[in-house]
Structures are given as structure tokens and as C-alpha cells.
């Protein structure tokens, strides 16, 4: 069983892709060259300040808005452990699972840290904050199958007989 | 029991005799958009992942709308990565200056009634108004795609959406759809499918239908379904015979049903800055504004310039206006009935078909403090400019009737073609 404990960043509800990574930046060459922009139109000082292993605490509704996949890819880049959230947007979920970014949904946790705390995460089974637990459901299996794969690329990759298996 | 639309769209599809909204299966895709913006995201990952040929060359439609004309010198890159990757994969179906994705798609038929189509937008939702199950997915799910034909889905619940009885003359589709969002709010129909009906519909062009199914996804919805009529099968190209298993059984389940009345509708707006933050028209009156936006895939066809054109004949715009008409064919048909001509003399500044003001990159950025009204589909923070722009999303009657008085204004009538 995967654990990790990670300081927590506070966000609200509804955090879109726009805020996320705004369209201006999205002709940029790399996912490095954009990520010095992400949360631009809401907290620009977050890029300078997340370290690895941190952890995003949001509301509903998580990632809502267009379809670019920068979006999941600059909160990987930004070495972000995972996010949890009361809810994800649709296209947001998948394109995150398909880059190996870990989503956990619960409802509880938000009440239950503020910014700057830590948070421990055991996958599939609880959030620990203090001394009070919150249970968190596992994912369903074809998608474990690619976040497993480590991203629809590698799943594709060992579907063509290019990957060589660890 | 029955089956909704999208239950008998996956149905037809997979060959399985029942779906049921949770079960994960794989489609066979019929068609895909690709737009500029992620052309080079697909094509290296499509490359990474080990394919050399696309699963079928017809079926793969590449667009060019979000940065046409460009506005920075990086943007021709992508042009430069796309029609590479066509010529080497033989694809025919390119369009490097047509207009916008979401018009293109079905005005071209390339998205038709029955149809699985995914895109690399979040506003490919768009061609359930012709009966068509389409969703925005990333770049990399799509090179997927690209390289096999097929993906998982996860069968969607229903919420069905009624509309009976007669529009007042100047609530338009927008104002509806504006209200369902109010009503669902942002994430009200996550990973659900819409199904909109009733007499109201009925009444509906295929455009105003299209403006719904646009916004469908700014509730979370994975589409946004219109049963195909005798409307949608002129616009289409198909026969009424080839359509008539496309409707939602009365008996199917619908995991919740809205109901309206046309009647009871008025012209409202997104404040900003959600798309859920409604208020009608009357209650933000007056409010001043700095630009008008009046275009995009939502509301940039032809009985919208016609409505915009209706309301500005033989007047000035008090404020910078914009007008962008969603194709070159709705530029060309609406330059023939005369809208173009009473836009341009109402002082309108008209631009080239696509997206470039509704996605923030070209065309008309506001800068803080400013205040604009506009027709597109999202009001986020930052979009159409600085953070501290006000975006208020409206029906072109809205906007037309605000453009003459530099205020938010009650419109009048629309025309509804």
C-alpha cells in the first residue's frame, strides 16, 4: 500500500482549467516553460512556493471547463503528490489518470485542514489528518490498469511492443 | 424498460442489447476533431506511442480556429506540425481557415445523427443538437484513438430537460440553456448525458438547438442530445428513416427531469464570473460596459447575425463591438441577406471566423476594469483578458440591444430563421 504525507494547499470551488493554466501560455513550447504560470489568474505566487510532494485541497467540481490536458500535466510538473477535491470535471478526471496524476475525491477533508497543513494520504483506503481518519473509495480497475501502466502512453506503448517490461 | 438517447446511441454502437448508465464499455469511433491548438500535443504523442498510421484517414478531421489568423509568432508552428502530420498520414479533411470547430463539424457534415465523435475541445459537445453523441477528450487520449479507432466510456446517466410551450419574442436559446446552468449549476450534470425536448424544442432551429448543446458541458455534462427531426435530417443530409430509432423512450430512466415553461423564460445572464452566476436581464440593467462580443461556436450563426442585425439596423453601437461569424459560410450567407452591410454601418468591427476573442488570444482583449458583454460560453476569471475584466454572458439580442446603449439592456424580439 502507497502512503505519502505532504503540506496542504487550500483552494475553493469550480478551480477551472483557465485558472489552472490560461490559453495565452498554452502556445509555449513545454509543460516546463508553462509552469511558471499555473494558477496564474487566481494565485500567481503558487509555482514559486509548491514543493514536491505537496498536496492540492479544493472544492467541487475540480478542473471544469476546456479539454487541455497542460492542465493536469502543470500540476505533475509542479511535483504535486495529488489532488483532492469534492469533485472532478469530466475531461479533467480522465486526463488526469492518463498522465498518472493521482485524484482522490472526498468531501471531508476540506473542513478538516487548513493551508499549510500536513496531510497524510494512504492510497485507496483513508486521508489522516491529526488524529482523525476519512475514509477514501479506490478507483475502478481499467483505470488503475493505466494509472498502473504509469499513463496511457506507456499502456499504449505495451500494446504496440515497444515497452520493455520492467 | 426503455432506453434514453444516449443509452440507444452506445447500444447501436457496441452492438449490446442494454446499457446501463455505470457499465464501462469500448466505442467504435465514427469521427474525430482535432484543433490546432493540440495538433502537436497529439502527434508527438501518437508518435511516443508507437503508431505509424492512423486507423482510418477519413475519419480524422484536422481544424485550424483557435489561432487563426495568428497572433504570435509561435502560433504558425502549429500550423507547420499539422499539415505535416496530414500530408504524411493522407489526410483530406483539413481546414486551415473555414471557421470554428464546433460549426464546421456538423455544417459539414462530418458529425451526423447516431454518431460517437470525440474532439480534443471541451465544447464538442456541440453536435448533440443533430442527435450525435460527442465529448471533449485530452491530446493524449485522442492519439489513442488515432492509433486504434476505439475508446472506454462510461455509460451516463440521463437528465432529461422539457421546454413546452411558446418562447416570448426575445428569450432565445442561450437565455435557456443560461437558465439550466443557473438551475444545475457548474457541476450539476457531471459525467451525465442531457436530453433536451418538449414542444419548445420542437419550435427550435438546428442553430438555436446548437447553442445548447454547446454549453452542456458548462454543467459538467458529457453531452447535450436533441432527437433528430425533419430540421435535423435537412441539415444533415440523412432520411428520416435513417434517424427514427433516435429518440429517448418515455419509459427509459431519466435520473432527474427539469421542466419549463417557454413562457415563464426570460432573457437573463452569466455574471461574472461563473457560468452559473444568472441573473435576468432586469436585474443588471444599466450596468456600463466597455465592449460587446457578438460570435463564437455558441452564438455566431446565421439567425444570430440576423437577430444583431435586426436590432442595429439603422443605428450607431455606442461601444467597440465585435462581431465574429462562426464559418466562412455563415460570413457568405450573411453578407447575401444584408446583415453584414447593417452591421458594418451600425459601426460593428467584423472579424474573421474563429476563436480568438472568446478563447482570450487575439481580437479584442479587455484590460482591467473593463466590462463586456458577450455571447460566447465561458466568463471565467482571466479569459478574455486581465483577471480584472468582467465577462457577462448573453443571447446576441442581449448584445445587440447593449451595444446601442453602452449598457445592459432588455432586447428586443429576436429573429428566429
Given amino acids: 500500500m502507497k502512503e505519502f ?14 485558472i489552472i493554466i490560461p490559453t495565452e501560455y498554452l502556445a509555449l513550447p513545454t509543460i516546463d516553460d508553462m509552469k511558471q504560470y499555473g494558477f496564474y489568474p487566481l494565485r500567481p505566487e503558487l509555482p514559486g512556493l509548491i514543493q514536491e510532494g505537496d498536496i492540492i485541497v479544493a472544492g467541487k467540481n ?7 490536458e497542460q492542465a493536469p500535466e502543470i500540476i505533475k510538473a509542479l511535483k504535486v503528490s495529488c489532488v483532492i477535491a469534492k469533485s472532478y470535471a469530466r475531461i479533467f478526471f480522465r486526463n488526469s489518470i492518463n498522465n498518472g496524476l493521482l485524484l482522490i475525491e472526498n468531501d471531508q477533508i ?17 486521508l489522516v489528518a491529526g488524529d482523525k481518519e476519512y475514509p477514501i473509495a479506490s478507483l475502478p480497475d481499467n483505470l488503475m490498469e493505466i494509472l498502473n501502466a504509469g499513463g496511457l502512453v506507456r499502456a499504449m506503448q505495451r500494446r504496440n511492443g515497444i515497452l520493455k517490461e520492467d | 424498460m426503455g432506453s434514453t438517447l444516449i443509452e440507444k446511441i452506445i447500444q447501436h454502437n457496441t452492438g449490446i442489447e442494454k446499457v446501463t448508465p455505470g457499465q464501462i464499455v469500448t466505442v467504435d469511433v465514427d469521427r474525430v476533431m482535432i484543433h490546432d491548438i493540440f495538433i502537436p500535443f497529439a502527434a508527438d504523442k501518437f508518435k511516443e506511442m508507437g503508431f505509424t498510421k492512423l486507423w ?14 495568428a497572433a504570435k509568432v509561435e502560433d504558425s508552428r502549429h500550423f507547420r506540425i499539422g499539415d505535416a502530420f496530414a500530408a504524411e498520414q493522407g489526410m483530406t479533411h ?13 455544417e459539414m457534415r462530418y458529425a451526423k445523427p447516431g ?29 489513442g484513438i488515432l492509433g486504434t479507432g476505439k475508446l472506454w466510456i462510461r455509460v451516463p446517466e440521463t437528465i432529461r430537460v422539457v421546454i413546452d410551450g411558446k418562447l416570448p419574442d426575445n428569450v432565445m436559446s442561450k437565455d435557456i440553456i443560461l437558465r439550466i446552468l443557473g438551475d444545475l449549476r457548474a457541476d450539476g450534470a457531471t459525467y451525465r448525458s442531457l436530453e433536451f425536448t418538449g414542444s419548445a424544442v420542437k419550435e427550435m432551429s438546428v442553430a438555436a438547438r446548437t447553442t445548447m448543446s454547446n454549453m452542456a458541458v458548462e454543467c459538467g455534462a458529457k453531452c447535450g442530445l436533441f432527437a433528430p427531426d425533419e430540421k435535423t435530417c435537412e441539415y444533415s443530409g440523412v432520411s428520416m428513416e435513417e434517424v427514427s430509432w433516435l429518440y429517448g423512450d418515455e419509459d427509459a430512466e431519466y435520473v432527474k427531469t427539469l421542466t419549463y415553461r417557454a413562457e415563464d423564460l426570460v432573457p437573463v445572464c452569466a455574471c461574472p464570473s461563473q457560468v452559473d452566476n444568472i441573473k435576468n436581464i432586469s436585474e443588471v ?18 439567425e444570430d447575425l440576423a437577430t444583431a442585425a435586426k436590432i442595429l439596423e439603422g443605428k450607431k453601437v455606442a461601444i467597440r463591438t465585435i462581431v465574429t461569424p462562426a464559418s466562412r459560410q455563415i460570413y457568405l450567407d450573411a453578407v447575401k441577406a444584408g446583415y453584414m452591410s447593417t452591421l458594418a454601418k451600425a459601426g460593428c468591427i467584423i472579424t474573421t471566423p474563429g ?49 446601442v446603449t453602452g449598457r445592459i439592456t432588455m432586447p428586443e424580439a429576436a429573429v428566429r430563421l
Fill in chain 1, 5 to 18: 504525507t505532504g503540506k496542504v494547499w487550500v483552494l475553493g470551488d469550480d478551480i477551472d482549467t483557465d
Fill in chain 1, 62 to 68: 475540480f478542473g471544469c471547463g476546456s479539454s487541455r
Fill in chain 1, 110 to 126: 476540506q473542513d478538516a485542514v487548513k493551508e499549510g497543513d500536513t496531510l497524510t494520504v494512504r492510497v485507496g483506503e483513508a
Fill in chain 2, 56 to 69: 482510418d484517414p477519413d475519419k480524422v478531421v484536422l481544424i485550424y480556429d483557435h489561432m487563426v489568423p
Fill in chain 2, 94 to 106: 483539413v481546414h486551415r481557415t473555414d471557421g470554428i470547430c464546433h460549426q464546421l463539424m456538423t
Fill in chain 2, 115 to 143: 454518431d460517437i465523435v470525440f474532439g480534443t475541445d471541451s465544447h464538442t459537445t456541440t453536435y448533440g443538437s443533430v442527435g450525435c453523441f460527442s465529448t471533449g477528450i485530452g491530446y493524449t487520449e485522442m492519439a
Fill in chain 2, 285 to 302: 440593467e444599466g450596468t456600463p460596459l466597455d465592449q460587446v462580443f457578438i460570435g463564437s461556436c455558441t452564438n455566431g450563426r446565421l
Fill in chain 2, 355 to 403: 476563436c480568438g476573442l472568446c478563447c482570450g488570444r487575439s481580437g479584442g482583449i479587455l484590460t482591467d476594469g473593463e466590462r463586456v458583454l458577450a455571447t460566447n460560453n465561458r466568463n471565467f476569471l482571466g479569459r478574455m483578458g486581465t483577471n480584472k475584466v468582467q465577462i457577462y454572458l448573453g443571447s446576441p439580442a442581449s448584445a445587440a440591444a447593449s451595444a
